[in-house]
C-alpha cells in the first residue's frame, strides 16, 4: 500500500483530498491537527508517532524530524543499497507529501510580538517538502492547495503522478520555501539592524509584448498584490494588453491622483509627465478643464481620475471639445470606478484600455531603480506638505486663492520630472516645464506654454527645488506669475526674497524639496 503523509496548516480542501486518496489505495499518515480534522471527518490516518516511533514533544516543535520520516522520503528507490538500508531499519516508502507552512507572513502582519512571531517559523514542513522535492523522481510533493485535483486525477488515471508533474510540483516547493526563509529573513534582519542583504520577492503579472522600444523583452513583476494606487491588483476591463510604457505611465498618473483624496480630480499624463490636470466641483468640470488647459498634448496619452466614471464624463472623456468634436485618441483611462453606462460609452472603442483601480491608504514602501550591476533603493517619496500661510517669506501674504493654487501646483510639480517648473491658475495646470537642464529654461517652457493658451497674467509659479539665482523668479514676475511656492534652502535664498519684496509678489518656503531625476 502507498503511504500520503499529510500536514497542513490551510486545511482548505485537505478533507476531500485525502479521501480521494484513500479511494486510490494510500494510506494517510498526519500530524496534529490535521490529523484530528481528517478523524472528525471520518478519514482513517495513521499518527506520525506510530510511525516515528517516538511521542510529538516540545509542544509540536518536533514530530517529523525522524529517520523514519526523511528515510522514507529521501531513499533512492533505484538504488540497491538504499532499499537494502530501508529494510534493515524497517522503514517504508513515503510515496506522496502533502505541507504547506504555518502562517508566518500572516502573523507578522497583523502585528504579532516576536515571540508569537518565532513560534510560527515552521521547521518540520519546509524539511519535508525539501526532503521530497529532492527525490521527486519518485516522490509526489504538494504544497499548492490549487494542486490537489491535478493530483487525484493523475493517480486515478496513471496509477501515479507523471514524472513531469512531479518536476513541477517540486519546483514550486523550492520556490515557496525559498519566499518563506526569504520572509523570515527579512524579518529577523530588521530586527537585528541587519542592512548588508536585500531580497525581493515577485510573481509575473504579465508578459510583455516588448520593453519601452521593440527590441526589448520585457515582463511586468509584482510585489506587493494588495497595494492602493496600483496596477499590480488593478482591474482591466477592456482593451489590448498593457504595455511597458502603459505601465510606466499608468503608475506615474496614479502617483498623482492619489495627492488629491477625495477632491474631484481629473488629469491627463504622457511619458510619465502631467499634460493637463485641474480639480472642480465634480469630475465633469474636472476634466473639461483639465483638457482645455493642454488640449494637444493629451492625445495618444493617460487619462486618470479619483471618482467614479458615469455615463456623462465618459462621453466628455471620448470626444474633443473643439468645434469638430472628432474623438480624442487615448491609451489608458485610470479611475477608482465606472457605471454601466460608462462602461457601454467606452465599447466603441473597444482598444482603449479600461482600467479599474482600488483606493486605500497609501503605505510609506520603497522604491527600487536598476542601475549597472545593481540597485538604488530610497524610501517612495510619499511626503507631501500643505502650503500654509505661516510658510511666507515675503512681506507681501498671498490670497486665500493664491494660497488654494499653491497647494494645488505643489502637489502637481512634485511628479513631475526635474528640473521642474509648473504654472497654475485657479486649480489648472497652465503650463508645465520638465526635465530641463536648468530651471530658467523650465520656467520658460511653462509660462509661453500658459501665454499660448491666453493666460498671461495670475500666473501661480511652483518649483520642485530651490531657485540657486534670482533669474527664474524674475522672468516669472516679467512674464505674470504673481505668486511663487518652493523649498527654499539656497545660500542665495535672499535674493529671491528681496526680489519678491521688490515686486509685491507673495512667496512660500515648503522647507522640502521633490526632485525626480
Known amino acids: 500500500m502507498k503511504r500520503a503523509l499529510v500536514s497542513v496548516t490551510d486545511k482548505t480542501g485537505v478533507v476531500d483530498f485525502c479521501k480521494g486518496l484513500v479511494e486510490l489505495g494510500y494510506e494517510i499518515i498526519s500530524t496534529g491537527g490535521t490529523k484530528k480534522v481528517l478523524d472528525a471527518s471520518g478519514v482513517k490516518t495513521l499518527g506520525i508517532s506510530e510511525v516515528t516511533g517516538f511521542p510529538e514533544i516540545l509542544d509540536g516543535r518536533v514530530k517529523t524530524l525522524h529517520p523514519n520520516v526523511h528515510g522514507g522520503l529521501l531513499a533512492v528507490r533505484d538504488n540497491p543499497d538504499h532499499v537494502k538500508q530501508l529494510k534493515e531499519h524497517n522503514i517504508e516508502y513515503i510515496d506522496l507529501v502533502c505541507v504547506n507552512l504555518y502562517a508566518f507572513k500572516k502573523t507578522i502582519e497583523k502585528g504579532a510580538e516576536f515571540a508569537e512571531a518565532i513560534e510560527n517559523i515552521d521547521i518540520g514542513g519546509p524539511s519535508m517538502l525539501r526532503s521530497a522535492a529532492k527525490n521527486h523522481k519518485f516522490v509526489t510533493v504538494v504544497s499548492d492547495v490549487n494542486d490537489y485535483d491535478k493530483v487525484l486525477a493523475e493517480i486515478k488515471e496513471y496509477g501515479d503522478t507523471t514524472y513531469e508533474t512531479r518536476l513541477k510540483l517540486a519546483a514550486k516547493v523550492y520556490t515557496l520555501t525559498a519566499e518563506y526563509d526569504t520572509m523570515i529573513a527579512t524579518y529577523l534582519r530588521e530586527k537585528a539592524g541587519l542592512e548588508e542583504k536585500l531580497f525581493i520577492e515577485a510573481d509575473v503579472k504579465q508578459e510583455l509584448r516588448y520593453g519601452e522600444n521593440p527590441h526589448q523583452s520585457a515582463k511586468f513583476y509584482v510585489t506587493d498584490k494588495d497595494m492602493p494606487y496600483s496596477l499590480a491588483n488593478a482591474k482591466q476591463i477592456q482593451g489590448k494588453e498593457l504595455s511597458y510604457n502603459n505601465i510606466q505611465d499608468a503608475n506615474a498618473a496614479l502617483n498623482i491622483v492619489k495627492e488629491f483624496g477625495n477632491q474631484p480630480f481629473?488629469?491627463?499624463?504622457?511619458?510619465?509627465?502631467?499634460?493637463?490636470?485641474?480639480?472642480?466641483?465634480?469630475?465633469?468640470?474636472?476634466?473639461?478643464?483639465?483638457?482645455?488647459?493642454?488640449?494637444?498634448?493629451?492625445?495618444?496619452?493617460?487619462?486618470?481620475?479619483?471618482?467614479?466614471?458615469?455615463?456623462?464624463?465618459?462621453?466628455?472623456?471620448?470626444?474633443?471639445?473643439?468645434?469638430?468634436?472628432?474623438?480624442?485618441?487615448?491609451?489608458?483611462?485610470?479611475?477608482?470606478?465606472?457605471?454601466?453606462?460608462?462602461?457601454?460609452?467606452?465599447?466603441?472603442?473597444?482598444?482603449?484600455?479600461?482600467?479599474?483601480?482600488?483606493?486605500?491608504?497609501?503605505?510609506?514602501?520603497?522604491?527600487?531603480?536598476?542601475?549597472?550591476?545593481?540597485?538604488?533603493?530610497?524610501?517612495?517619496?510619499?511626503?507631501?506638505?500643505?502650503?500654509?500661510?505661516?510658510?511666507?517669506?515675503?512681506?507681501?501674504?498671498?490670497?486665500?486663492?493664491?494660497?488654494?493654487?499653491?497647494?494645488?501646483?505643489?502637489?502637481?510639480?512634485?511628479?513631475?520630472?526635474?528640473?521642474?517648473?509648473?504654472?497654475?491658475?485657479?486649480?489648472?495646470?497652465?503650463?508645465?516645464?520638465?526635465?530641463?537642464?536648468?530651471?530658467?529654461?523650465?520656467?520658460?517652457?511653462?509660462?509661453?506654454?500658459?501665454?499660448?493658451?491666453?493666460?498671461?497674467?495670475?500666473?501661480?509659479?511652483?518649483?520642485?527645488?530651490?531657485?540657486?539665482?534670482?533669474?527664474?523668479?524674475?522672468?516669472?514676475?516679467?512674464?505674470?506669475?504673481?505668486?511663487?511656492?518652493?523649498?527654499?534652502?539656497?545660500?542665495?535664498?535672499?535674493?529671491?526674497?528681496?526680489?519678491?519684496?521688490?515686486?509685491?509678489?507673495?512667496?512660500?518656503?515648503?522647507?522640502?524639496?521633490?526632485?525626480?531625476?
Open 266 to 517: 481629473a488629469l491627463g499624463l504622457k511619458h510619465m509627465n502631467p499634460c493637463g490636470a485641474a480639480v472642480g466641483k465634480d469630475l465633469k468640470e474636472a476634466w473639461l478643464k483639465a483638457y482645455e488647459s493642454d488640449p494637444v498634448s493629451i492625445f495618444g496619452g493617460i487619462v486618470a481620475t479619483n471618482q467614479v466614471i458615469d455615463k456623462e464624463a465618459a462621453n466628455l472623456i471620448k470626444f474633443d471639445h473643439g468645434e469638430k468634436g472628432k474623438s480624442i485618441f487615448l491609451e489608458v483611462i485610470l479611475a477608482p470606478g465606472f457605471t454601466d453606462e460608462a462602461l457601454e460609452a467606452f465599447a466603441k472603442r473597444p482598444d482603449l484600455r479600461i482600467i479599474q483601480y482600488k483606493l486605500g491608504d497609501f503605505p510609506k514602501t520603497k522604491q527600487y531603480l536598476s542601475v549597472n550591476g545593481g540597485l538604488l533603493v530610497q524610501d517612495l517619496d510619499t511626503e507631501m506638505k500643505e502650503v500654509t500661510m505661516d510658510m511666507t517669506i515675503t512681506n507681501c501674504k498671498p490670497t486665500k486663492e493664491q494660497l488654494a493654487d499653491m497647494n494645488f501646483g505643489w502637489k502637481i510639480v512634485k511628479h513631475v520630472k526635474s528640473n521642474a517648473i509648473v504654472v497654475v491658475k485657479n486649480g489648472v495646470t497652465c503650463g508645465v516645464g520638465a526635465g530641463q537642464m536648468n530651471r530658467v529654461g523650465a520656467a520658460k517652457i511653462a509660462i509661453e506654454e500658459a501665454h499660448s493658451r491666453g493666460v498671461k497674467d495670475g500666473l501661480v509659479l511652483a518649483s520642485d527645488a530651490f531657485f540657486p539665482f534670482s533669474d527664474t523668479l524674475e522672468y516669472g514676475i516679467e512674464n505674470g506669475v504673481c505668486a511663487v511656492v518652493q523649498p527654499g534652502g539656497s545660500k542665495r535664498d535672499q535674493d529671491s526674497i528681496d526680489l519678491a519684496n521688490e515686486k509685491n509678489i507673495p512667496m512660500t518656503f515648503t522647507g522640502m524639496r521633490h526632485f525626480k531625476h
